[in-house]
């Protein structure tokens, strides 16, 4: 049983160590030379303005929330279409139900004004 994971376990250190490996390296060998023109924040290639510690307006969150569950609907719609015509009807139904719960939660969303960047 072991000869079986043992691929998985040589996989699972390799990703673990190349990026240790690599952030490490780059922390020890990189150039240190920070100046005081490179210690200022700046924001999109142009200096910020105003505090530092500015709350964030909620629809930034909200739009994160919103792209993380359309994003999500992607993911479940590939393997429904890869499979489609073995699940039959029970799948397409399946699919069409998770299809309406989106469509309700979009429409809501949408009602909400959660779409709408600038009011």
């Known amino acids: 049983m072991f000869e079986v994971y043992l691929p998985v376990l040589i996989m699972l250190g390799i990703a673990v160590i190349i990026p240790v490996a690599m952030f490490t390296l780059s922390s020890v060998l990189g150039p240190k030379n920070p100046t005081e023109e490179k210690l200022i924040p700046y924001e999109s290639g142009s200096e910020s303005t105003g505090a530092r510690h500015v709350r964030l307006s909620v629809k930034f969150y909200l739009t994160a929330i919103l792209f993380v569950v359309f994003d999500i609907e992607a993911v479940f719609m590939y393997p429904w279409g890869a499979r489609f015509r073995e699940l039959g009807w029970f799948g397409l139904v399946e699919m069409m ?23």
């Open 97 to 119: 139900l998770f299809i309406s719960v989106l469509l309700i939660t979009l429409a809501y969303a949408w009602k909400k004004g959660a779409l709408e960047w600038e009011r």
